[in-house]
């Protein structure tokens, strides 16, 4: 069955820097969409980045261009997060998420790791 | 970015009553290809995400058919034919057709 789990999610000052990987099963990875999506009780639910199959496309939300980067490993069936000046409103629980063999968004989601940004 | 309003914020529903949810897009939703990629999810508290309905009115694998997704152009609905206690949650609408991909801002389902 699908799975993917997220972690690497902690407390980091603002200005800091984390990285979230999100570890996958249960399909043929390399063959996926994979997006992050965070979700904060000020925001609900935001969009942050898209990576395709093979890594030559990628999308980024403005809130996160230029801070934020996607990437993705196929040997090791999980798709990463580096998360750099982090800021305050970066806090929340962040979810990767696949789409299906059609391209539709988001039919597995990870359980969500939690990302705290505070001095 | 494509504005996503869901309606209403909160939903007070009865027990083996239907209950139905509005979801409109700021533009429309019809892709280059002519499909239309909009999405609903239900997040039940303390859980992830989970998607329902693809593509308007596709229902997702082991999702009851009491679910129903209806729509087109800007204006969407999620419709419950009879809420069980198990569809107590948050839904969310998605558009998945312009970058960046936007969320509606959830509608809370309860008793």
């Known amino acids: 069955q699908v799975q993917l789990v997220e972690s690497g999610g902690a407390l980091v000052k603002p200005g800091g820097s984390l990285r979230v990987s999100c570890a996958a099963s249960g399909f043929t990875f390399s063959d996926y969409y994979m997006s992050w999506i965070r979700q904060s009780p000020e925001k609900g639910l935001e969009w942050l980045a898209y990576?395709?199959?093979?890594?030559?496309?990628?999308y980024y939300a403005d809130s996160v261009k230029g801070r934020f980067t996607i990437s993705r490993d196929d040997a090791k069936n999980s798709v990463y997060l580096q998360m750099n000046s982090l800021r305050v409103e970066d806090t929340a629980v962040y979810y990767c998420?696949?789409?299906?063999?059609?391209?539709?968004?988001?039919?597995?989601w990870g359980q969500g790791t939690l990302v705290t940004v505070s001095s | 970015d494509v504005v996503m309003t869901q309606s209403p914020l909160s939903l007070p529903v009865t027990l083996g009553q239907p209950a139905s949810i509005s979801c409109r897009s700021a533009q429309s939703l019809v892709y280059s290809d002519g499909k239309t990629y909009l999405s609903w999810f239900q997040q039940r508290p303390g859980q992830s995400p989970r998607r329902l309905i693809y593509?308007?009115?596709n229902r997702d694998s082991g999702v009851p058919d009491r679910f129903s997704g209806s729509g087109s152009g800007t204006d969407f609905t999620l419709k419950i034919s009879r809420v069980e206690a198990e569809d107590i949650g948050v839904y969310y609408c998605m558009q998945g057709t312009h970058w960046p991909l936007t969320f509606g801002g959830g509608t809370k389902v309860e008793i």
């Open positions: 593509k308007v009115s």
């Open positions: 998420a696949k789409a299906d063999d059609n391209g539709d968004f988001f039919d597995y």
């Open positions: 990576i395709n199959s093979g890594g030559t496309k990628i």
